[in-house]
């Protein structure tokens, strides 16, 4: 016979002619262990009525648990330092969020009473949005009075609005 943590004799149901002494006791934690039933043979003028143990099997339950099933992070965000709720963690070892756009990962979830509880698996949404670049401004560009800034050399990667006002007042 089997069960699940958290369960109650009550859940488990017994052949004919047997019934739980108390059916309204828990089965107890994950493993197996043995509780009293009463045996009522069909033939009560031949046979006496008899308890027994009985053992059953309990299994471990799925946890409840409430959790995020998504979150909106910028692009460059490092999934390892972004801080999951307590008891979760990446499945697998991950960096950077992505792209932009939506990405799936698994979280894990062990719970704090793993005796009795399965660790589960659960998908979390990533939606990353894009996220301001880091600029470093370009320092000591010289140019002589009166010359267009289209003259001024610029550093790769970046370029002027208008190239031909002038430098100065």
Not at 113 to 128: G, K, R
């Amino acid at each position: 016979l089997t069960a699940t943590y958290g369960d109650t004799l009550a859940d488990v149901a017994l052949p004919e002619g047997f019934a739980w002494v108390d059916a309204s006791a828990s089965v107890g934690n994950a493993g197996t262990n043995s509780f009293l039933a009463t045996f009522t043979p069909a033939d009560t003028d031949n046979y006496n009525t008899i308890q027994v143990e009985v053992p059953v099997n309990v299994f471990k339950a799925d946890p409840e648990v409430k959790y995020p099933t998504e979150y909106y992070l910028p692009y460059g965000t490092n999934l390892t330092t972004f801080t999951l709720p307590e008891g979760f963690a990446w499945k697998e070892s991950v960096g950077l969020v992505g792209n932009v756009g939506t990405h799936t990962y698994i979280v894990v979830y062990t719970p704090e009473d793993s005796a009795n509880y399965n660790t589960i698996e659960i998908p979390v949404i990533i939606h990353v949005s894009k996220t301001n670049p880091t600029v470093t401004i370009p320092e000591n560009l010289t140019a002589t009075y009166g010359d267009i800034l289209g003259s001024v050399a610029l550093p790769e990667g970046f370029a002027r609005v208008d190239t031909s006002a002038s430098v100065g007042n």
